[in-house]
């Protein structure tokens, strides 16, 4: 026995009942309404988490949105890679501006790494994951198969297009409000050893299947007692990357830190 019973419309101005939908389905434009409800509704639980309200509910679903998820004729602009490139570097100044203030004796170098740090994919992913954003990524079938909803690079790029999304929404001082909330404790807590950049760089290399990367000097500068180096490291099926140091050793570390950088890899420092 079926206990479902389709809703009845109004009869008609002849005394004739109007139409019914068939049992079990909803109507189009009803389905469509429940789907806007639905959609407000998990929009607000998100600005909720990351605390802040958007003007333009647009640019929160971009944000969220895995290039995998757009259909066909959708531009890869329409995900979040765009907000991911600006948020990454408005995340940079930010940490940038609290490290300058809240460490006045620090040099440099101290500084640098103390911000590679905070601003690695790593970080960036476990904030994401502290404010529940994980099932909030649109991922396509060819995303969720291939189990990026899971990859910390996806959950950091995440984080940094929020970031991104927050800027355009409401300015430095919002994204400033967002950055501080979420990272002032980690900035404050000691700083992890970083590992030496050459180790990472041949690390994860081998973990790719590729040979251990190759140094070569390319050009020595300056006067004997003070010479700067510039090296450049190779590996296949990517594009060098270069370093300048005042030692071999310490030129390689930067151009071993400038290749994981530019690919995503976790950090090392370079001091020589």
């Known amino acids: 026995m079926n206990d479902e019973t389709p809703d009845l419309q109004?009869?008609?101005?002849?005394?004739?009942?109007?139409?019914?939908?068939?049992?079990?389905?909803?109507?189009?434009?009803?389905?469509?309404?429940?789907?806007?409800v639905s959609a407000k509704v998990a929009a607000a639980a998100i600005e909720a988490r990351i605390g802040h309200k958007f003007a333009d509910p647009a640019l929160l679903a971009t944000a969220f949105t895995h290039v995998s998820a757009l259909k066909p004729a959708r531009k890869r602009g329409d995900s979040y890679q765009r907000l991911e490139f600006l948020g990454d570097h408005v995340l940079?100044?930010?940490?940038s501006d609290m490290l300058y203030r809240a460490f006045p004796n620090a040099d440099e170098g101290e500084l640098s790494k103390r911000l590679a740090?905070?601003?690695?994919?790593e970080s960036c992913a476990d904030v994401a994951k502290s404010l529940g954003l994980l099932d909030d990524i649109k991922?396509?079938?060819?995303?969720?198969?291939?189990?990026?909803?899971?990859?910390?690079?996806?959950?950091?790029d995440i984080c940094e297009a929020v970031i991104g999304a927050v800027f355009l929404d409401g300015g430095y001082s919002a994204a400033a409000q967002f950055v501080e909330r979420n990272w002032t404790e980690r900035m404050r807590k000691p700083r992890r050893p970083l590992r030496d950049p050459k180790t990472v760089l041949q690390e994860w290399a081998q973990g790719k299947g590729?040979?251990?990367?190759?140094?070569?000097?390319?050009?020595?500068?300056?006067?004997?007692?003070?010479?700067?180096?510039?090296?450049?490291?190779?590996?296949?099926g990517l594009g060098p990357a270069e370093g300048v140091g005042g030692s071999k050793r310490a030129a390689e570390k930067v151009a071993a830190s400038v290749m994981i950088a530019r690919e995503g890899v976790g950090g090392g420092n370079n001091d020589g």
């Open 117 to 121: 740090d905070l601003v690695r994919k």
């Open 210 to 236: 590729l040979p251990t990367p190759v140094y070569r000097e390319i050009e020595r500068t300056g006067p004997h007692h003070d010479p700067q180096f510039r090296v450049a490291v190779d590996l296949p």
């Open 139 to 156: 991922l396509g079938a060819v995303g969720a198969g291939a189990g990026a909803r899971l990859r910390k690079s996806v959950l950091g």
């Open 10 to 36: 109004s009869s008609s101005a002849l005394g004739e009942a109007s139409p019914q939908p068939e049992v079990g389905r909803e109507p189009a434009a009803a389905r469509k309404k429940r789907g806007k």
């Open 92 to 95: 940079g100044l930010i940490v």
